[in-house]
């Protein structure tokens, strides 16, 4: 009687999983991209940091699957994929020495910023959205080269491109965002980034993503 019931009860669950997943990839989602909660964003984005630095790549994974699930309400699969392609272009960049290296991680990047296009509620350009992000990269990675508020500018230029607004307008985001990743290139550069220089990190993180919503959430 049980073997007799076990096939139905497999073949539904086959039936099921498939759903769920052709929904959970497939379906025409329209989530709001501004609907972000500054403090856990920043939350995340410090601990994605300390992953990137110390080259833990499952970590960051993971991390960046939360971001997408928890601030841009991705279901959990595309939130996998959407994550292992935001965390190649990471390494990617990571092991580039000059432009020309770096600028591999851009097809990663439009894979990333596609994902997000597709599941958003703003009509951005990718393309516009996955140049400015590796360039803020470039700009940190080489930012002595640079003139000082080339870094805060190249951020708000970043968030400009994904939220559809003035970057003039982002500008303390950027900045903050900017002397976030000052202190951790200091204190790295003096010998180690101690538990409280990450704690000042992520203060200014959550200061910089409360800027951030404040500007883009009533448009």
Request: charged share 25%; with cysteine; proline share 4%.
């Amino acid at each position: 009687m049980r073997r007799n019931l076990l096939k139905p009860v497999l073949i539904c669950l086959i039936a099921f999983l498939v759903l769920y997943s052709a929904v959970d990839l497939f379906w025409p989602f329209h989530r709001d991209l501004r609907a972000f909660t500054p403090a856990e964003l920043a939350d995340l984005e410090t601990g994605m940091w300390r992953s990137y630095y110390s080259k833990k790549f499952v970590a960051l994974f993971f991390q960046l699957a939360e971001v997408l699930r928890t601030q841009y309400q991705f279901p959990p699969l595309r939130s996998f994929i959407g994550a292992y392609h935001a965390a190649r272009a990471a390494f990617i960049f990571k092991e580039g020495t000059r432009r020309a290296e770096y600028e591999a991680a851009l097809p990663s990047l439009v894979s990333y910023f596609g994902a997000i296009h597709r599941i958003g509620n703003i009509n951005f350009d990718v393309t516009r959205a996955s140049h400015a992000e590796l360039e803020w990269w470039i700009v940190h990675r080489e930012r002595k080269s640079y003139p000082p508020d080339a870094l805060g500018r190249a951020c708000a230029e970043a968030a400009s491109a994904l939220y559809r607004v003035p970057a003039d307008s982002l500008m303390e985001h950027g900045n903050l965002r900017a002397a976030a990743m000052v202190i951790r290139d200091t204190r790295q550069d003096s010998g180690a980034v101690r538990e409280e220089d990450w704690n000042r990190i992520d203060s200014l993180l959550r200061r910089c993503y409360a800027s951030l919503h404040g500007r883009v959430a009533g448009e």
